[in-house]
Structures are given as structure tokens and as C-alpha cells.
């Protein structure tokens, strides 16, 4: 679902292509191991990168996975980043019906989804794709469902492209910065899932 009306046509084309990998690497996940592991996915001036954290067990670490996630955008000057993250879901039953109230993780009907954020400098685009398991709790395959197109998705992590292409001091005052954080960027060859 893209949301801007006037976005660069490569900007387009690049951000539904990183979609579209990141939609295999969530569905690779879930047929591997059942769940998905946040990632943030984003094609760079090296090449496309793919940045897992160790988890994000408490709010401390989500906000470390986002700034690291901008660090990584301002390093390697990213075109286009997707933000990979599994969630629950609640939704209203019928129009005009508030919403459930409490976390949706803790409601009865509650919808387990992946949520993929991407965005360039001039376009951002969103996809929420529902988890279908059979009985015993396997991945078998993403259903469809009709949400409205959001003009803005907000919070920790939304808008981690800055706005204009990083000078290169910036650039390698971030890289400084992730290599003092401890993070490694390498290249695992031919596969651009594991880079």
C-alpha cells in the first residue's frame, strides 16, 4: 500500500522491490522456525544490508533496534529501508465500534501479523500481512485483508530514512558510531538475506 500520490518512479520501484524481499524473508522465517525475528531491511550504497537484533524483549532495546536502524540508514546512505516486525492485531468488530480496549497481545481476538514499514525519501508504504496457522500451530501461508491505506504511520519505528542523502562526514560519523556499538557490518557472499 504506498501512500504518497507523486513519488519518484525509482524510489517507487525500489521500495515494492524491498517489500517484496522482505515478504520472503518473513515468510522464510516462519516456514524455518515458526516465528519471525525483527529485521530491518534496507538497500544501501553497499549493497542491501539485513540488520537483526538479539530481540526486543523491553522498550530499552526496541528504541536501541530503531536508532541503530537510523544509524545504519545515515552510514550507508539507504535509498529505501523496510522495518520487518511481528505483532498482534486487534480491530473494531463493525464501523463505529471503539476499539478492544487493553494490549492487543492480551485480547481474545487478536490477529497475529507481520507488519512491513518501508519508506524512501519520498514515499512510504505499509503492509500487514496475517499469519494463518493450521491446528497444530504451523505457518501455512499469509491471508488477506482489507485495511484502509494509512497517510502516516508514526512511533520508535517509523521514519528511519533522513529526509535528504547524508553528507559523507555524516555518513561516517554514523558508521563510527555503529562500529562503537559493536555493530559488524559483513558480507556473507552471494546470499543477500545473511548481509
Known amino acids: 500500500m504506498m501512500d504518497n500520490t507523486n513519488p519518484n518512479p525509482k524510489s517507487r520501484e525500489e521500495l515494492e522491490a524491498l517489500i517484496n524481499q522482505s515478504r520472503y524473508y518473513a515468510k522464510h522465517m516462519l516456514q524455518k522456525i515458526g516465528s519471525v525475528p525483527p529485521a530491518l531491511v534496507a538497500l544501501t550504497t553497499v549493497g542491501l ?3 537483526v537484533p538479539s530481540g526486543l524483549e523491553d522498550t530499552d532495546v526496541k528504541d ?6 537510523c544509524l545504519l540508514a545515515v552510514g550507508y ?19 463505529g465500534l471503539p476499539l478492544p480496549e487493553g494490549p492487543p497481545s ?27 496457522r493450521n491446528s497444530s500451530k504451523n ?33 561516517l560519523m554514523a558508521r563510527t558510531l555503529l562500529i562503537a556499538m559493536g555493530v559488524n557490518v559483513t558480507n556473507h557472499g552471494a546470499n543477500p538475506m545473511w548481509n
Open 64 to 69: 536501541k533496534f530503531a536508532n541503530t536502524g
Open 77 to 95: 546512505k539507504a535509498s529505501a529501508v523496510v522495518m520487518i516486525l511481528d505483532s498482534w492485531a486487534t480491530f473494531r468488530k463493525r464501523p
Open 106 to 132: 492480551q485480547s481474545p481476538d487478536r490477529k497475529e501479523v507481520v507488519v512491513l514499514m518501508g519508506e524512501t525519501r519520498d514515499t512510504r508504504a505499509q503492509q500487514f500481512l496475517f499469519i494463518q
Open 139 to 171: 505457518f501455512t501461508g499469509f491471508g488477506t485483508s482489507l485495511l484502509p491505506q494509512f497517510e502516516q504511520l508514526e512511533g520508535r519505528f517509523a521514519q528511519i530514512i533522513p529526509p535528504k542523502v547524508p553528507n559523507d562526514s555524516d555518513a
Open 49 to 51: 544490508m539485513v540488520f
